[in-house]
Every structure is written in structure tokens, then in C-alpha cells.
T-cell receptor, first 116, second 110 residues
């Protein structure tokens, strides 16, 4: 257990539905990341928060995806109008540190999304 | 961030030392070399990180030559539980985001 939790662990939904995932990082960590991982591939960066500010978004993050981190603590990732191609493991990670420190990221167990 | 290249898979036996080499020809001055381990259905776990020369912790050693164009992760006396995917990454920049490749699948046999 890294101290980062994600909920739910598994989600099955029908195409076109909206889903929301939650990530609770390690409490003192100011940085929070979302990644997506498909079978046989390494995780892909989606977006990054420093405290409550979303500072970077990948081009992978279409306008159907939105992420928030109100109050700089937990974060949510919402996918609207899900598509079968959204089926993947969604990973959250948190870290502490400033730019250029190469800080260790602590990953949660992930939320596995299956879109039928 | 620099692209890294590593073998797709490696085989080893219990008790052996395993060395996984990674090439990163275009590494930036402020990038760190970081290795993560991932078991099926789990998030990646940090193993070790270095900038240059040698770094050692309780689970691994990391060797980075002076030109920093490659690095080698060394796992001493592997066990069956070390069977996993190992990712080599160049980490840095303002966000420290991680850019993963496909990693190296290490299979440890009895």
C-alpha cells in the first residue's frame, strides 16, 4: 500500500454513459498526476496538478475528459459519453517536490474501466 | 523528455544478478534516470533514481556513465517475486511527468 487510494477499483459501464473516478493522494503531497494504461503498454501521462492548479494536459485528454482537484487534496477524473476505446486502467500518482527534483511518484492501485 | 529504449524481455533464474540496460541518447541536462517496477493489475512502484555515476539502495543499483546516454539497473540475487515489468524513464522538466515506454518484462524461473 503506497498511501494513494483510488475509487472505484473496477467500473463497468455502457457506451455513452458518464463515469467519475476519485483519487486520494498522500496528504502532504502537492503534486498529483493521472495516467492511463492499456494492456501491454506502459502508462500514458494524462494530466498534472500542483496543489489545485491543473498545469498540464496531454493531447490524449480529449474534451470528453475533465479533471479537478478542488482544495488541492483529492482529485476526480470524469469521462463523458464513454467510448469503447476508453477501456483502460486509470492510474493516479502523487509526489512532493518542486521542479527539477525528479521526485518519486507514488501510484495508487488504479481504476479499471470497461466500456461495453 | 528523452525517449528511452530497453529490451522487451529478459529471462533469469533465482539467485542470479540481473542487469537491464537502457539507452537514452537524447537525455536532457536536467533529466534524472528513474526506474519503476510494475506487477500485473498494480500501479508502478519506484525502484531507484540517479543523475550520474552509481546509486545503490536496499533493492537495486543504478549505473550511469559520464555521458549519460545509457544506464544499467542491477538487481542482485533475484527471486521469483521479482518477475515484473521494469520501466526506464527520463524524468525532469517543470512537471516531472513520467513518460513510460513498453518496459522490460523480466521472467525469473526457479
Amino acid at each position: 500500500d503506497t498511501g494513494v487510494s483510488q475509487d472505484p477499483r473496477h467500473k463497468i459501464t455502457k457506451r455513452g454513459q458518464n463515469v467519475t473516478f476519485r483519487c486520494d493522494p498522500i496528504s502532504e503531497h502537492n503534486r498529483l498526476y493521472w495516467y492511463r494504461q492499456t494492456l501491454g503498454q506502459g502508462p500514458e501521462f494524462l494530466t498534472y496538478f500542483q496543489n489545485e492548479a491543473q498545469l498540464e494536459k496531454s493531447r490524449l485528454l480529449s474534451d470528453r475528459f475533465s479533471a479537478e482537484r478542488p482544495k488541492g487534496s483529492f482529485s476526480t477524473l470524469e469521462i463523458q459519453r464513454t467510448e469503447q476505446g476508453d477501456s483502460a486502467m486509470y492510474l493516479c500518482a502523487s509526489s512532493l517536490g518542486g521542479a527539477g527534483t525528479g521526485g518519486e511518484q507514488f501510484f495508487g492501485p488504479g481504476t479499471r474501466l470497461t466500456v461495453l | 523528455l528523452a525517449k528511452t529504449t530497453q529490451p522487451i524481455s529478459m529471462d533469469s533464474y533465482e539467485g542470479q544478478e540481473v542487469n537491464i540496460t537502457c539507452s537514452h541518447n537524447n537525455i536532457a541536462t536536467n533529466d534524472y534516470i528513474t526506474w519503476y517496477q510494475q506487477f500485473p493489475s498494480q500501479g508502478p512502484r519506484f525502484i531507484i533514481q540517479g543523475y550520474k555515476t552509481k546509486v545503490t539502495n536496499e533493492v537495486a543499483s543504478l549505473f550511469i556513465p559520464a555521458d549519460r546516454k545509457s544506464s544499467t539497473l542491477s538487481l542482485p540475487r533475484v527471486s521469483l517475486s521479482d518477475t515484473a515489468v521494469y520501466y526506464c524513464l527520463a524524468q525532469g522538466g517543470a512537471t516531472n511527468k513520467l513518460i513510460f515506454g513498453t518496459g522490460t518484462l523480466l521472467a525469473v524461473q526457479p
